[in-house]
């Protein structure tokens, strides 16, 4: 049949509001809901049409429409189990929180707080004053700022101090961080006139010298976070670039990516730049990630130099960018770790990156007997990611499901279908699934699912 008469086979909106299955949907929920679900499973049908399939039935369109009505009534952002062995996954969400974060976040979304009221004096109080003091603290600084993201911290940072001046930066640090966000467009933005200073792989202190002017705001150092030059390569030592600007009288901003408070060495993982190094070394103002190595919720950390804190609080982008309560309720309460000294077995990215071996591989074989024949345990790495520590992997244990690539991209589709969704790597052949990233009270469900997947597939 051609497809002009193929689409007259269609039942009309009217038709199928009126079948009593998506009557009894249309009752429920918003009015108006079950019309539009319906002209867009309609819709659906006619597209398939013109690509040549057949016109639904009835029955088929009705299912249809309640199939759609069924995801339009969930919610699209849920939580998934992380078993790729990825502890700071940009795309799952990056850091999971601690007890403590949850459930200060929860306090003061539940009811009201005094997020801007000083409780003691009876007046409005400054939301800033909450993170300001465990964040001098923690890292040593005379002041700090908490805003939405790093991002919004560049943006922040460099709009107040780099308008209409010059910011240097080398060539090599000019990058792209991940998600099309491009330092040099964030500068553009800003008002600020970038300056390159040497090549790709090579940039000398004599560089950063040669390009002061009087039109020099800062110079800026950005940490290669997600990705490593290596070989013949020169970048001045951020000790360098602190003595250099004191020298000349320029600012120095270094955006360290991750807001490491942590050893990684400990964990023989290459040195992260820390807060508090970066600091004495001469930084005036240092900004980093609340979710990556930190470990807390979606934030951008601006820390140093007092006076410099007032004008970035000052500026109206200030406003735009401001983190809302539950955030900062949660930052907080992930720093505090810190402060007590319990990152390490509270905060959930430092107590995976210190899971002992021995703890990951007696889950990984106890994961491996749950799910019966089909899987065995394998040495493998653990990545950081999240644009912290590239390159840089911890051993681990990996309960592995070999099969042929069909047959384990078909298991993959499956648990990432299935509800909790699982994501697991695959790896030459193998579908491969870390305790690491998997936190213990998950494992019940992510044994059923394994399971389940298994005997579908
Ligand atoms: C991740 C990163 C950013 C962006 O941080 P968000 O918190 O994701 O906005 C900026 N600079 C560096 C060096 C980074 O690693």
Request: proline residues 5%; neutral net charge; contains cysteine.
């Amino acid at each position: 049949m051609a497809a002009r008469n193929r689409y007259r086979l269609l039942p009309s909106v009217d038709r199928i509001l009126s079948d009593e299955r998506v009557r009894a949907l249309a009752n429920g929920g918003e009015p108006g809901i079950a019309t539009i679900i319906v002209r867009q499973a309609i819709e659906s049908a006619r597209l398939a049409i013109a690509g040549g399939s057949e016109a639904p039935t009835e029955d088929q369109l009705v299912e249809s429409v309640l199939g759609l009505a069924g995801a339009a009534f969930e919610p699209s952002l849920r939580p998934v189990i992380n078993a790729t062995g990825v502890i700071i996954h940009t795309n799952l969400g990056r850091a999971p929180l601690s007890d403590d974060a949850i459930e200060a976040m929860a306090a003061v979304s539940r009811g009201y707080s005094n997020l801007e009221f000083e409780l003691e004096a009876g007046e409005r109080g400054s939301r800033y004053a909450h993170l300001e003091s465990v964040l001098t603290r923690l890292t040593g600084a005379e002041a700090a700022i908490a805003v939405n993201n790093n991002a919004s911290a560049l943006l922040l940072t460099l709009s107040t101090l780099g308008h209409d001046g010059e910011i240097i930066i080398s060539r090599g640090q000019a990058v792209e961080i991940g998600g099309g966000f491009r330092i040099p467009d964030v500068m553009a933005q800003s008002g600020a006139r970038l300056v390159e200073v040497g090549t790709t792989n090579r940039t000398y202190l004599r560089d950063y010298e040669a390009a002061i002017t009087e039109q020099t705001a800062a110079i800026m150092r950005v940490h290669a976070s997600n990705f490593r030059i290596v070989g013949f390569t020169v970048a001045p030592s951020i000790n360098e670039l602190g003595s250099l600007s004191r020298k000349r009288g320029v600012l120095l901003i270094d955006d360290i990516g991750s807001g490491c408070l942590l050893d990684t060495t400990e964990f023989r993982l290459a040195p992260e730049p820390t807060v508090r190094e970066s600091l004495e070394t001469g930084a005036h103002l240092v900004l980093f990630s609340g979710d990556k190595l930190l470990g807390g919720p979606q934030a951008g950390v601006i820390v140093g130099r007092a006076d410099l804190v007032a004008q970035l609080r000052r500026h109206p982008l200030a406003r735009a960018v401001r983190m809302d309560k539950a955030s900062i309720a949660g930052l907080t309460a992930t720093l505090h770790h810190y402060l007590r000294g319990e990152a390490l077995t509270k905060v959930p990215v430092w107590r995976m990156i210190a899971t002992p071996l021995s703890e990951i591989e007696r889950r990984a074989r106890r994961w491996a007997r749950a799910i019966g024949q089909g899987g065995r345990v394998l040495d493998g790495r653990s990545m950081i990611g999240g644009g912290s520590l590239p390159e840089e992997s911890l051993p681990t244990r990996l309960l592995a499901i070999p099969g042929e690539g069909g047959y384990i991209a078909e298991l993959a589709l499956r648990l990432r279908m299935g509800d909790p969704p699982v994501i697991a790597r695959i790896e030459r052949d193998s579908l491969l699934l870390d305790p690491r990233t998997v936190q213990p009270e998950e494992d019940r469900d992510l044994i059923t699912a394994v399971k389940t997947a298994l005997e579908v597939a």
